[in-house]
C-alpha cells in the first residue's frame, strides 16, 4: 500500500511480511543498506512491536491505516519515484528470503599480523626466538623501536638514520650493559652467523670477523677476502659515528671483543674512517690487548690514517685494498689479480668518480689525490644527492643521468664508477648504467673526445645479479671493469697519464 | 657465536632489508608510528616500558579479578551514596562539566531529577533552577557510582548496592535500576510517563527488590555475567540472558510478594536491559581496585558525558585526561541518523574497562551486527583487545574463542604502541533531550585522552622506575 506524502517528503510504502522473524540488529542493518541505494530518502525495517510501530509514528514512517500483527515484520521506505522504490524493496526482498539466515561467512577471524616489537616476540614460535630487531623505520621512531628490541633483550641492526647522537649514546650504553649489539645508526651492512641483513653479499663463511662502521666499505672488504679463497664469519656494523668523540667507540670496542671470544672468528678486521683521536688511541690499545690475549691477528683498515700509525701488533692499512691484503694474508692466502691493462696515449681530461658507495668514493678520492691527477668524486648516495630519490644502490637510473651528462663535459678523460652487487642491491644495476656509459661515449666522441669508463663491481660469484654477467654488460659498453676498487682507480689514473 | 641457527629476525620496516635471511628466520612487522604518530609521546611510552611498570599492571589486574562483586541491596541513592545525601545533589556520567556546557538529554536528564525530587514544579522552574546555581553535580565515577547514558543518579533514585566485603571491604559500588527502552531519564526525557516510572522504580521496584535480596542474595555477579556470556550476552548491549538469569534467580521470592511482586515481575520481563546497569556496577567495584596503583599504567575509568570522553590510568588516579568525542557510528533505526545523535554517553564502558562488552564481542556474535559484521568480525574484536591489554579474566570466558578468558585490563603502554583503541558497544542517544534512543553501534575511544595521559604517567610513574633498572634511557 501506499500513501501520499506528507509535506515535501517522498511518498511512504510499507511491505509487510507476515510471521517474518528477523532479529532487530539485522533489520537496521537492512535498513541501512536501503538507505544507501539511491532515490532511497528514508527506510525502516522493524518487527511490528507496538514499542517499534511507536518508533516508526514518530519518525513519519507508519502510515495511519496499517494495523499489523506483533509478529510480522515491516519494511517502510520513502523512495523517489517507483524505480528506486522497486529497487528497494527488491533489496529488501532479497536479503530477507533469498539470502542465507544472517550470519557471517563459516570463516573464523582475518589474521591480525603482528605490529610492535613485542607482538613480533611473542608470535615467534617457541624453538625459534626472536633474537635480533632490524629497524629501518623513520629516524623520529628508529631509538623508540631500538629502545624497545634493546628492552626485550634483542640485538638491534638499525638501518634507520636520522638518530641523534644523544639517542645513539644512549641506545649504545644500553645495548653495552645488556650485552646486546646495536648496529647502527644509518648502519647499511651486517652479517651474523650468516644472517646476512641490509646490503650484503654471498661471501663463503670463513674465519674473517669484520667491525664495519662503513657499508660499503665492509662489502669491498668481504667481497675480496671471498674471491682471495677465505670467508667471512661475522661483519659488525657499528654506523658512521661509532668512533667519534661523542660516541667514543661503544660499540666498536664491544664488536672486537665478541669476535675476539668468537671460536669461528680467526682473524679480526676493523673498516672505519679515521677515528677521533682519543678514540683512536682506545682502538689501538685495545686492538693490541685482543691480539695478545685472543693471539688472533687484527687489522685494523682506518682510511686515509698513515700505515706507519699502526702498533708491532696490530697491522694499520690506509685503503680498503691495503686491509683485505692484510686479512687474506693472515689467512695465508693472496688476492687474485684485479690489474687492469693501461692504455697508451693517455686520454687528456680529469677523472670523475660517480659512486654509490660511499667508502669506495672515499678510497677513490684518496688513492686519486695521492696521485695528484685532476679529480672530481661525488658520493652520490649522500643526501645532497639523492633529494627524496631512493639510494642509487636501490635504484640505478639516478647514477645513470650522471653518466650520461658527463659525456658532455669537454674536461673529462675518465668516468670511474662503481656497481655494488648483492642483496638490497638493484636487480640489474649494470643495465642502466652500460646504456649511460654508451650514450656518454657516443656524445664525447660526436664531440670530437675520447672519454673512456672504468667500472669496480663489487660482489661474490654467488650473488643474485651474477657478476659475470654484469660484467660482461659493462665491457659491451665499452668500460673496463674490475672487481678491486684500487685497481679500478690505478686504471683511471694511468688513462689520464697520471703515475701507476 | 651471536645468533644460533633458530634464531628469528624481527622486521620493523623495508622489507628489503631482511631478504637475504630465509624467509622462514624473518617475522616482518607490519609496523606503523607508535603514539598515532607522536614521536614525544612515543619516547614517553617506550620510556614506561619497563619491567616494574609491567609487575605493577600484573599485580593491579590480579588484585581487580580478585575481587567478586555481590549484589547485597537496593537503596535509596541517599542513604547509600554520601554525596547525595543532603542538600541538592545530583551525579552525572562522564568527566566533570559545567551545567552550561552539557549536552541536551544530560541537562534534560538534571531536570528530570530535580521534577523528581520535586526541587521545582515545572521544567521551566527546573532549568532555572539548574542555571542558578542552585544544584550541585559531580560524576558519578567520582562517588564509586556508574550511570549509562546521562547517568543522573537523583537522591530518592534506588540503587543498586554491589561489594565483596572479603576483597573490596567497605568499599562499594552504586548504580540506579534500568528503566527499559524508549523514552527514559538516561536519555534526557522527563514527561509524565517518565516521572511516573521513576516515582514507581522509587516506591516499588527498589523497596521490593532490597526486600526480594534479603530473602535470595546476595547474587554473586561474576557467576551471573559469566553464565550470561556463555549465552550470547557481552555484559553490556546485550545482557538479555543475564537479565534472563537474574529473574529467574528473584521469581520465586516475588511470587510470594503477592501483586507488588507481579508488577515487578513484568517489569523485568519487559526490559531486556535491566542487568546492564547492574553489570556497570560490577565491573566499578572490580575495577576501582586498581585506582591509585602505584606504577600501574591501566585504565581504570572511560566515561562520556555527552561532550567529552574522559579517561582515568591507575597510577595516576583521580585525574580525567579528556578529548572531545563524536557521535558513534552505528545503525540507526528507522527515521533517524547520523546527524539526529548525540556525541557519545554514558559511562556504560565501564564493562570495556573491565574486559567484557566490545572486549567480549566473541561471546555475543549478535552484537557485531551493530556495525554491520559477521561471527568472524566477532571473533576478530575479541582477540583485537586483547592486544592491547595485559591479562585475560579468570571468570569471564568466550566459548567461541576456546573458553578463553575475555581480555582484560588496558594497558595505555599498549593502547599507544599498537595504535589499536578500545572498541566500545553504545548506545546512541538523540541529541535532543528526551527523544531517547535512536540507534546502536560500536565506537573507539579517542586517541587523544590517551596522548594526553602518557605525559602524566611518565611524570608519576618514571622517578620511581628509573632506580628499578629497567628504566627508559632515551635521554
Known amino acids: 500500500m501506499s500513501q501520499n506524502p506528507a509535506g515535501d517528503q517522498p511518498p511512504l510504502h510499507v511491505e509487510t511480511y507476515p510471521h517474518l522473524y528477523r532479529d532487530s540488529v539485522a533489520l537496521m542493518a537492512l535498513a541501512a543498506g536501503l538507505e544507501k541505494l539511491d532515490g532511497v530518502a528514508k527506510a525502516g525495517a522493524v518487527m511490528a512491536t507496538p514499542a517499534n510501530l511507536g518508533i516508526l509514528a514518530r519518525s513519519d514512517m507508519l502510515p495511519p491505516d496499517l494495523d499489523p500483527a506483533p509478529d510480522d515484520l515491516l519494511v517502510a521506505v520513502r523512495a523517489e519515484g517507483p524505480e528506486a522504490l522497486a529497487a528497494a524493496l527488491e533489496q529488501a526482498r532479497h536479503e530477507l528470503l533469498d539470502a542465507a539466515p544472517a550470519s557471517g561467512g563459516p570463516g573464523g577471524p582475518a589474521e591480525q599480523p603482528p605490529r610492535t616489537v613485542a607482538e613480533g616476540i611473542a608470535a615467534c614460535p617457541e624453538d625459534a626466538p626472536a633474537g635480533l630487531v632490524a629497524v629501518s623505520v623513520p629516524g623520529t621512531y628508529a631509538a623508540v623501536v631500538a629502545q624497545q628490541a634493546l628492552a626485550s633483550g634483542q640485538h638491534v641492526f638499525c638501518f634507520s638514520d636520522n638518530v641523534t647522537l644523544e639517542d645513539e649514546v644512549a641506545l649504545k650504553a644500553r645495548a653495552a650493559a645488556a650485552g646486546l649489539l646495536f648496529m647502527g645508526p644509518d648502519c647499511g651492512t651486517a652479517q651474523l652467523d650468516g644472517v646476512r641483513l641490509g646490503f650484503t653479499n654471498a661471501v663463503r663463511p670463513g674465519p674473517a670477523g669484520i667491525v664495519a662502521a662503513a657499508g660499503t666499505g665492509a662489502q669491498e672488504l668481504a667481497c675480496l677476502i671471498d674471491r682471495a679463497g677465505g670467508g667471512v664469519s661475522h661483519i659488525i656494523g657499528v654506523g658512521g659515528r661509532d668512533l667519534s668523540d661523542a660516541v667514543g667507540g661503544r660499540m666498536t670496542l664491544q664488536a672486537v671483543d665478541r669476535l675476539a671470544a668468537d671460536p669461528a672468528t680467526g682473524v679480526i678486521a676493523v673498516v672505519s674512517k679515521p677515528p677521533a683521536p682519543a678514540v683512536a688511541q682506545r682502538l689501538m690499545e685495545r686492538l693490541a690487548a685482543v691480539r695478545e690475549q685472543s693471539g688472533k691477528p687484527v687489522v685494523a683498515c682506518l682510511l686515509g690514517v698513515d700505515d706507519a700509525g699502526g702498533s708491532p701488533s696490530v697491522v694499520v692499512r690506509d685503503t680498503l685494498e691495503g686491509g683485505a691484503e692484510a686479512v687474506v694474508a693472515a689467512l695465508g692466502l693472496t688476492l687474485p689479480d684485479d690489474e687492469l691493462a693501461a692504455p697508451r696515449p693517455a686520454v687528456p681530461g680529469g677523472v670523475l668518480g660517480l659512486y654509490t658507495g660511499g667508502t669506495l668514493a672515499a678510497e677513490a678520492k684518496l688513492l686519486l689525490g695521492r696521485a695528484g691527477v685532476p679529480h672530481e668524486v661525488l658520493d652520490l648516495g649522500d643526501d645532497q644527492y639523492t633529494q627524496g630519490r631512493p639510494h642509487p644502490m636501490i635504484d640505478p637510473e639516478l647514477r645513470a643521468e650522471w653518466v650520461a651528462r658527463a659525456g658532455e663535459r669537454p674536461d673529462l678523460g675518465v668516468i670511474l664508477v662503481d656497481v655494488v652487487l648483492g642483496a638490497g642491491s638493484a636487480a640489474d644495476p649494470a643495465g642502466p648504467l652500460a646504456d649511460a656509459i654508451a650514450a656518454a661515449t657516443r656524445a664525447a666522441r660526436a664531440a670530437g673526445r675520447d672519454l673512456r669508463t672504468v667500472a669496480t663491481v663489487v660482489g661474490a660469484d654467488a650473488d643474485p645479479q651474477d657478476p659475470a654477467g654484469q660484467i660482461a654488460r659493462l665491457k659491451a659498453a665499452s668500460a673496463a671493469v674490475t672487481r678491486r676498487n684500487a685497481a679500478a682507480v690505478r686504471a683511471a689514473i694511468a688513462l689520464v697519464g697520471g703515475p701507476r | 657465536m651471536i645468533l644460533s641457527d633458530s634464531t628469528t629476525v624481527l622486521n620493523a620496516g623495508l622489507p628489503s632489508i631482511t631478504e637475504a635471511v630465509p624467509r622462514a628466520r624473518v617475522l616482518q612487522l607490519n609496523w606503523r608510528p607508535p603514539a598515532f604518530g607522536d614521536p614525544a609521546a612515543a619516547r614517553l611510552m617506550a620510556s614506561l616500558q619497563t619491567p616494574a611498570v609491567e609487575a605493577a599492571n600484573r599485580e593491579a589486574i590480579a588484585a581487580v579479578h580478585a575481587v567478586r562483586p555481590k549484589l547485597v541491596d537496593v537503596r535509596p541513592a541517599r542513604e547509600a551514596i554520601g554525596f547525595l545525601a543532603s542538600g541538592r545533589r545530583l551525579l552525572h556520567a562522564g568527566p566533570p562539566i559545567a551545567i552550561e556546557d552539557m549536552a541536551d538529554p544530560v541537562r534534560g536528564a538534571l531536570i528530570g531529577a530535580c521534577l523528581l525530587e520535586g526541587w521545582a514544579a515545572t521544567p521551566e522552574a527546573a532549568a532555572q533552577l539548574l542555571d542558578s546555581g542552585a544544584v550541585e553535580v ?31 571491604g567497605t568499599r562499594c559500588a552504586y548504580a540506579t535500576l534500568n528503566e527499559g527502552l524508549g523514552k527514559a531519564l538516561r536519555f534526557g526525557a522527563y514527561d509524565a510517563d517518565v516521572l511516573a516510572r521513576l516515582r514507581w522504580m522509587g516506591g516499588t521496584l527498589g523497596p521490593v527488590l532490597s526486600e526480594v535480596l534479603h530473602q535470595a542474595g546476595p547474587i554473586d555477579l561474576t557467576a551471573l555475567i559469566a553464565q550470561g556470556l556463555t549465552m550470547g550476552d557481552e555484559g553490556h548491549n546485550r545482557v538479555v540472558a543475564t537479565t534472563s538469569l537474574l529473574a529467574r534467580r528473584l521469581a520465586p521470592v516475588l511470587a510470594g510478594l503477592g501483586a507488588r511482586g507481579v508488577e515487578v515481575m513484568r517489569f523485568l520481563a519487559d526490559n531486556d536491559h535491566f542487568a546492564l546497569n547492574i553489570s556497570m556496577a560490577s565491573a566499578k567495584l572490580a575495577v576501582d581496585t586498581a585506582a591509585g596503583w602505584p606504577g600501574s599504567t591501566l585504565v581504570t575509568a572511560m566515561a562520556r558525558n555527552g561532550v567529552e570522553f574522559g579517561l582515568r590510568v591507575a597510577a595516576t588516579e583521580d585525574r580525567w585526561f579528556t578529548a572531545p568525542v563524536g557521535p558513534a557510528d552505528g545503525l540507526f533505526f528507522p527515521g533517524y541518523g547520523p546527524a539526529d545523535a548525540n556525541p557519545d554517553l554514558g559511562e ?20 557485531t551486527r551493530f556495525v554491520g559484521g559477521t561471527p568472524a568480525d566477532a571473533l576478530a574484536n575479541s ?51 528526551g527523544v531517547g534512543q535512536i540507534g546502536a553501534g560500536v565506537v573507539r575511544a579517542p586517541q587523544e585522552v590517551f596522548l594526553k595521559a602518557i605525559g602524566p604517567l611518565a611524570g608519576a610513574i618514571g622517578g620511581t622506575v628509573d632506580d628499578a633498572g629497567g628504566g627508559g634511557t632515551l635521554p
Not at chain 2, 348 to 366: D, H, K, V, Y
Open chain 2, 138 to 168: 559531580a560524576p558519578c565515577h567520582h562517588h564509586h557510582a556508574v550511570g549509562p547514558m546521562a547517568g543522573v543518579v537523583a537522591p530518592s533514585m534506588p540503587v543498586v548496592v554491589v561489594t565483596d566485603p572479603e576483597h573490596t
Open chain 2, 348 to 367: 556504560s564502558a565501564i564493562t570495556e574497562t573491565l574486559g567484557i562488552g566490545g572486549f567480549a564481542m566473541a561471546a555475543a556474535p549478535a552484537i
Open chain 2, 383 to 433: 582477540i583485537e583487545m586483547a592486544r592491547i591489554t595485559v591479562s585475560r579474566h579468570p571468570v569471564y570466558q568466550l566459548p567461541a574463542l576456546g573458553f578463553v578468558g575475555s581480555p582484560s585490563g588496558i594497558d595505555v603502554l599498549k593502547v599507544l604502541d599498537t595504535g589499536i583503541l578500545p572498541l566500545i558497544n553504545t548506545g546512541i542517544a538523540h541529541k535532543k533531550a
